[in-house]
């Protein structure tokens, strides 16, 4: 008692008196002292230990490797280096394309990826340290990387200055785009709204119970976007008649019903008539005809797919009928993502493999829990164009947002091939994001305050990378640089999401190292961690018999949108490519559509 008064007198009254953090009451885990994922933990009033179990290094921070430690880091080749090569020497990768060691290849990829993601879940915004409460109470979205402890001398630890540059600013000045810069991997819209609709079903931070928060409860591909992230949302979307979703017809063409036929909340400007209003899961997808395109698509294979379960399986209840197609739709989700999506932005020429059999002779937990980090990052609102054009007609984002007419107006079709043929804006290097998106960024950069995200380098160190030494080294130029420095004083101050946007990219690539060494472990934990992908679920039964499991076998891209629409359209999450090719590029081409499906 006397001993906890005379340590707390001098610290009040020198930070009454004197400055606000006196250098012996400073958290030593505010230095983040330790390394190699070493634990910090404060001991005493002025000492800390970091636990070093099972990192493979010892001593007081962690630094000192043990002997395996030594020779493994001397092997293992860098993130740059093993991305260069999975980014080129394309006749090797033909090679290994087609043979075993694709297998092997893609299976170190998926372990050494997800191995960097906690599991079970450690950590929350209220809590950096291990707790029953953050395992248990999933309203909190997980984090890496514990927050950055309350009570040090600057907002990022001791680096830095003792205020962090304003938002607003910081957006103008580094990240509002001055002039449209196309993707340089040729990425197009189809691809932009389908990262927006398929991420919107597990990024669903809480409005009323803040931004550490989630209402997406099943953290992962649950496919909430699509049946409701709760029971009662999901029931007044059903049909219950064969299992299907609710729906209305336009000149003989499904689409969501309106409000009126599944009363649930859908977000649209005040004074929307209900009869405009379309009903599906996520309840911000009235936002963009982009997003009600994929809803649409989705809902017309959940049907489609119901269909097909009920004729091998005439004495299934509505029930059983639902349940499995949601399954089967889960499953063609992962493959789409896997082999389609996460290929595409990978820009390897490694032919990636959906095939959860990859993981059954290695330790992996079927489990996910969504990360702030993987939140923060996942704003690639680059993408997103200065204007959209559908069948040559140019709309602006005032005629394009919450536009209740568009999609009925051209039709799927029409919209899926007008979005694979135009190209999307650059995400990274800075400057890439158009005026009317830029509050989110803005928002972004208010959040991982609030939520005391800590230092990108941080972060790079976390999975594997090496800090930057200097804001020359992470922009690769002088000039931006100088001006960053100037306002956060010290490099290993900089914030999370500005390093992600403002690190040079690499050569013909979406974006810079750090937002695909952070970004893919996240993203690959999430599918592959899926229960679908678990021995006891991975196997026919579960998706009702052999034709529900090829169905997610071979789902694809076009095939989601050419079973599903009259006329098979040009579908793709690239442009297509100049026509000085032979033919050979873009196997999810529409070339002959009706022959291939
Ligand atoms: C451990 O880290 C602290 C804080 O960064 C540093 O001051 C100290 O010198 C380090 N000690 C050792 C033994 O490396
Ligand atoms: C190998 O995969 C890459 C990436 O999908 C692709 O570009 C390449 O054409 C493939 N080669 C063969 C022979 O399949
Ligand atoms: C999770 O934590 C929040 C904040 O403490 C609390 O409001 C909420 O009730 C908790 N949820 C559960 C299911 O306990
Ligand atoms: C919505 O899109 C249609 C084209 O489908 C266009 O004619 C209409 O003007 C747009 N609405 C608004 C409010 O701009």
Redesign the pocket.
């Known amino acids: 008692m006397t001993r906890l008064c005379l340590s707390v007198a001098p610290v009040i009254l020198l930070s009454v008196c004197v400055s606000p953090a006196s250098p012996s009451t400073v958290n ?1 885990c505010c ?4 390394q190699n994922k070493g634990v910090c933990m404060r001991v005493g009033w002025e000492d800390y230990e ?1 636990d070093c179990t099972r990192t493979g290094y010892f ?3 962690c ?1 000192l490797p043990e002997f395996w430690t030594r020779l493994r880091v001397l092997l293992k080749p860098s993130p740059a280096v093993y991305h260069f090569i999975l980014t080129h020497c394309k006749w090797l990768w033909d090679i290994i394309n087609t043979t075993f060691v694709r297998d092997t290849l893609m299976k170190l990829v998926l372990t050494v990826r997800a191995n960097l993601i906690p599991s079970p879940p450690t950590y929350n915004s209220a809590y950096g340290y291990i707790s029953w409460e953050s395992y248990a109470n999933v309203s909190y979205f997980t984090r890496v990387l514990p927050p950055v402890p309350e009570d040090c001398p600057t907002p990022m630890g001791t680096s830095g200055k003792k205020q962090l540059p304003d938002p607003q600013l910081l957006a103008e000045k580094f990240l509002l785009r001055r002039q449209f810069q196309r993707d340089p991997r040729g990425t197009n819209l189809m691809f932009a709204f389908f990262a927006q609709h398929f991420t919107h079903q597990f990024f669903k931070t809480s409005g009323k119970m803040g931004p550490g928060f989630t209402k997406a409860l099943g953290h992962g591909v649950d496919l909430g976007h699509l049946y409701g992230d709760n029971l009662e949302r999901q029931h007044q979307l059903r049909l219950f008649k064969d299992g299907k979703l609710k729906y209305q017809l336009r000149d003989g063409e499904m689409y969501p019903p309106t409000v009126l036929e599944a009363e649930v909340h859908m977000i649209y400007p005040p004074g929307t008539p209900k009869e405009k209003k379309l009903a599906v899961g996520q309840e911000v997808f009235g936002l963009l005809p982009g997003l009600m395109m994929y809803a649409t698509l989705w809902l017309r294979e959940h049907n489609r797919v119901c269909e097909v379960l009920k004729q091998e399986h005439p004495t299934w209840s509505d029930e059983q009928l639902f349940q499995t197609a949601r399954l089967v739709l889960i499953g063609e989700t992962i493959k789409i993502v896997v082999e389609e999506y996460v290929q595409h932005l990978s820009g390897y020429f490694l032919r990636l493999k959906f095939d959860p059999e990859l993981l059954f002779d290695v330790q992996f937990q079927y489990r996910n829990r969504i990360a702030v980090e993987f939140n923060q990052l996942y704003h690639w609102h680059g993408l997103m164009p200065d204007s959209f054009v559908i069948q040559g007609k140019e709309y602006s984002y005032q005629q394009f947002i919450y536009n209740t007419s568009m999609l009925m107006d051209y039709g799927v079709e029409a919209l899926v091939e007008s979005f694979s043929k135009q190209i999307a804006g650059k995400v990274g290097g800075g400057q890439s994001i158009n005026t009317h998106l830029l509050k989110v960024a803005v928002g972004v950069i208010e959040e991982s305050r609030l939520l005391r995200l800590q230092p990108f380098n941080e972060y790079r160190k976390r999975f594997s990378m090496k800090p930057y030494k200097s804001f020359q080294e992470l922009t690769g130029e002088e000039e931006k640089a100088a001006a960053l420095e100037e306002l956060y004083g010290d490099i290993n101050a900089l914030e999370f999401y500005p390093g992600l946007l403002l690190e040079k990219p690499q050569p013909n690539s979406m974006f810079g190292e750090s937002m695909v060494e952070t970004g893919a472990p996240f993203s690959l934990k999430g599918l592959f961690g899926n229960p679908i992908c678990s021995p006891e679920y991975w196997k026919p039964s579960t998706f009702g018999g052999a034709a529900g499991f090829e169905i997610v076998k071979t789902a694809s891209l076009q095939k989601l949108v050419c079973r599903n629409v009259r006329r098979c359209p040009f579908v793709s999450f690239h442009v297509p490519e100049p026509s000085t090719e032979t033919g050979t590029t873009g196997d999810h081409q529409a070339k002959n559509p009706s022959t291939e499906l």
């Open positions: 030593p230095y983040y002292p330790c970091c001593g007081i921070n630094t």
